[in-house]
Structures are given as structure tokens and as C-alpha cells.
């Protein structure tokens, strides 16, 4: 069975601090793993994908299978970055995609 | 707008009553889930269909669940029998042929009394 734990329900950081969020997942094959991000009000969107391998809004996430992580950085926080952060994975051939729980980011000005 | 729309938006209904959820897609994706969110959790996969054809569907699905989506286009979800477990936000989302990213409706919130 595949499972997504994100650890932390609340982040606070200060403005300009660097940002991680972290996400471990289990599953047997190769996961797809990505991350999604609900602004207030907003419908959850997606902001990045790990084979994509790209930088969005200056967030990176790289997947280390031996440790089964896919963390979500960035260096720098912005005050915009507060946000809802949902790690996700997507087993190969099927279509369920598999969320955590989430993680609340605060960017404190 | 022409991302996912759900409607309603939000609905009360007394435990045992029917509800229905319709979610129409982006146009011409022709892939759709629908997923539950409860407080204080991710989104849970509920279904998925691939044009009409309904091919994966979770446990979560019980026999009081259905979905459609009989012309490949809109799909609802038919909640028989509400019990107040069932409240929760009923997410859809679409995502098109050969495409890599999935987008989300607004949700469609239930509460069960």
C-alpha cells in the first residue's frame, strides 16, 4: 500500500528564511511524487512534479529513494508563500493519486 | 472561467436523504476524478474515469457511492442514504489527453445533519 506522511501540521518561519517541508512516502516501485498548494481561497493547483525537476516560484523538491523523501525547499520565504502544502504520489500505471495531510506554511513578515 | 466546475457549491441535507454532485470538466479532458477531503486531511481518491468508462474506484466507494459519467463530459456523484460520516468536501478534477497536470475544482461542500 502506498502512504504519504507529511510530519508537521504547522511551519512558522520568518520572512526570508529558508523554507522546508518535508514528505516521506512508502511504496514498493517507482512513485511519481509531486506537490500541490492551496492558497486561501484557491483551488488546490499543482506546483511541481519530481520529473519535471524544475524550480517553481523558487521551490525545489528532489526525490531521494533511499531515504524515501521528496522535501520541499526554498531558500528564501516570501510572504506570499503562505499557503496550504500537500505531498503527493502517484503509483505507476494507475491514476490514484495518494496525498498526505498536509502542512500549513506561515511566513511570518 | 473555464477550469472544473462543481455545483453546489454547498449543500445540508438531513442524515438519509440523497445528494447528487455534478462536475463538469475542462473542455475535451477527457480524464476525471473525484476525491473527499475532511478536515484536517489530504484528499482521498475516491474514482476515476477515462472518457465514460469508469476504471479505478476505491474501497473508500461504499455501496451508498455512486458515480457517472455517461457521455464522457460532466460526471455526478450520487450520495444515497447520508450518514454524518459522509460530510466532508467532494473534490473533482480533470486532466486531458497527454497531459501531465491535474486541475482541481473548488469543491463542493456537504453537511450532513
Known amino acids: 500500500a502506498q502512504r504519504v506522511t507529511q510530519p508537521e501540521k504547522l511551519l512558522s518561519v520568518f520572512k526570508g528564511a529558508p523554507v522546508e517541508l518535508k514528505c516521506n512516502y512508502s511504496y514498493s516501485g517507482s512513485p511519481e511524487l509531486f506537490w500541490y498548494v492551496q492558497y486561501s481561497r484557491q483551488r488546490l493547483q499543482l506546483l511541481l512534479r519530481?520529473?519535471s525537476r524544475e524550480s517553481i516560484k523558487g521551490f525545489t523538491a528532489d526525490l531521494n529513494k533511499g531515504e524515501t523523501s521528496f522535501h520541499l525547499k526554498k531558500p528564501f520565504a516570501q510572504e506570499e508563500d503562505s499557503a496550504m502544502y500537500y505531498c503527493a504520489l502517484r503509483s505507476g500505471g494507475y491514476q490514484k493519486v495518494t496525498f498526505g495531510t498536509g502542512t500549513k506554511l506561515q511566513v511570518i513578515p | 472561467d473555464t477550469g472544473v466546475s462543481q455545483d453546489p457549491r454547498h449543500k445540508i441535507t438531513k442524515r438519509g436523504q440523497n445528494v447528487t454532485f455534478r462536475c463538469d470538466p475542462i473542455?475535451?479532458?477527457?480524464?476525471l476524478y473525484w476525491y473527499r477531503q475532511t478536515l484536517g486531511q489530504g484528499p482521498e481518491f475516491l474514482t476515476y474515469?477515462?472518457?465514460?468508462?469508469?476504471?479505478?474506484k476505491s474501497r473508500l466507494l461504499s455501496d451508498r457511492f455512486s458515480a457517472e459519467r455517461p457521455k464522457g463530459s460532466f460526471s455526478t456523484l450520487e450520495i444515497q442514504r447520508t450518514e454524518q460520516g459522509d460530510s466532508a468536501m467532494y473534490l473533482c478534477?480533470?486532466?486531458?489527453?497527454?497531459?501531465?497536470?491535474?486541475?482541481f475544482g473548488e469543491g463542493s461542500w456537504l453537511t450532513v445533519v
Open positions: 478534477a480533470s486532466r486531458g489527453v497527454g497531459g501531465n497536470t491535474i486541475y
Open positions: 473542455s475535451e479532458h477527457n480524464r
Open positions: 474515469f477515462q472518457n465514460e468508462a469508469q476504471l479505478e
Open positions: 519530481h520529473i
